[in-house]
């Protein structure tokens, strides 16, 4: 059995709201985008599936994850998380009445493709079933084989209700990359421990580094990416991170302006995942 995977993606500018503080939220936007890139990725090279819906109405988001290889079908009802799942098996089932479906979370920037095989192989053998997420609490898929509606209950302790629901829970041991949704800085570190795809690790890069030089009287200095290219700060940048002191070598989050030999630091504080 082949798997249509339906994947919600909310407006970026509203997409990781609890990463605002770990992140900042102009970075927000663009690693929620970046967590879909790996997401839709790493699901379209499995050996289970058939094609990627991603049903959202973000113009970035659409053209990015369009590039590679997704379809994407807009938000129409514009209700939310549910809403916007089944309308995504809806659409999928109106072309191919057979179809088995299967929702996704947009952020598992972990996952890994042998691991969402099993997944799926696993979730062939039930009409419904669903997989738990790390914390044992929500849940970050849903199937549903041919003739069985997916009705989707996302959202809090989605785990209770789609066994209430009669879906059976896939209890599988190393599968720690389909079950690792990233919602706050510690869900963060915990997805980078596992190894996140090449999207959000390009993306963290621009987002991280050490601090290099400082000088408490001008309070400017410089950080080096990890990558070894040092960039420098300003005052202006290091107040605007609302630190009173920065040591050489501290690990430090950071926001990039400019290209070239313009890019420079605009702000600087420590890092928080």
């Known amino acids: 059995m082949t798997w249509t995977l339906v994947v919600p993606l909310k407006p970026l500018a509203r997409a990781k709201t609890r990463l605002s503080d770990a992140a900042g939220d102009g970075p927000r936007t663009l690693l929620a985008l970046?967590?879909?890139?790996?997401t839709?990725?790493?699901?379209?090279?499995?050996r289970w599936v058939r094609e990627v819906t991603v049903v959202t109405d973000d113009p970035l988001a659409g053209r990015e994850l369009?590039?590679?290889?997704a379809r994407i079908l807009p938000d129409s009802p514009g209700l939310g998380?549910?809403?916007a799942l089944a309308h995504g098996a809806r659409a999928v089932r109106e072309e191919r009445p057979e179809a088995a479906v299967a929702a996704l979370n947009a952020d598992l920037p972990a996952l890994r493709t042998v691991e969402l095989d099993l997944v799926l192989e696993a979730a062939s053998g039930f009409s419904r079933a669903f997989l738990a997420?790390?914390?044992g609490v929500g849940t970050t898929l849903l199937s549903a084989a041919p003739g069985a509606e997916l009705a989707p209950a996302f959202g809090g302790p989605s785990r209770d209700r789609h066994r209430a629901s009669g879906a059976r829970e896939i209890e599988l041991t190393g599968v720690d990359s389909v079950?690792?949704?990233v919602d706050t800085?510690?869900?963060l570190r915990a997805a980078v421990a596992l190894g996140v795809g090449a999207h959000t690790r390009a993306r963290l890069a621009d987002m991280q580094g050490t601090a290099y030089t400082y000088d408490p009287e001008t309070r400017a200095g410089s950080v080096l990416l990890d990558d070894g290219t040092p960039l420098p700060f300003d005052t202006a940048a290091f107040d605007a991170g609302g630190l009173r002191m920065l040591r050489p070598g501290q690990r430090v989050r950071i926001e990039?302006?400019?290209e070239g030999e313009q890019r420079r630091v605009v702000f600087v504080t420590l890092q928080t995942f």
């Open 133 to 135: 997420d790390a914390a």
């Open 34 to 38: 970046a967590f879909a890139q790996d």
């Open 81 to 83: 998380l549910n809403a």
């Open 256 to 258: 990039v302006e400019g």
């Open 179 to 181: 079950r690792r949704d």
């Open 40 to 46: 839709v990725g790493a699901a379209l090279a499995s």
């Open 185 to 187: 800085a510690g869900d």
């Open 66 to 69: 369009s590039a590679l290889g």
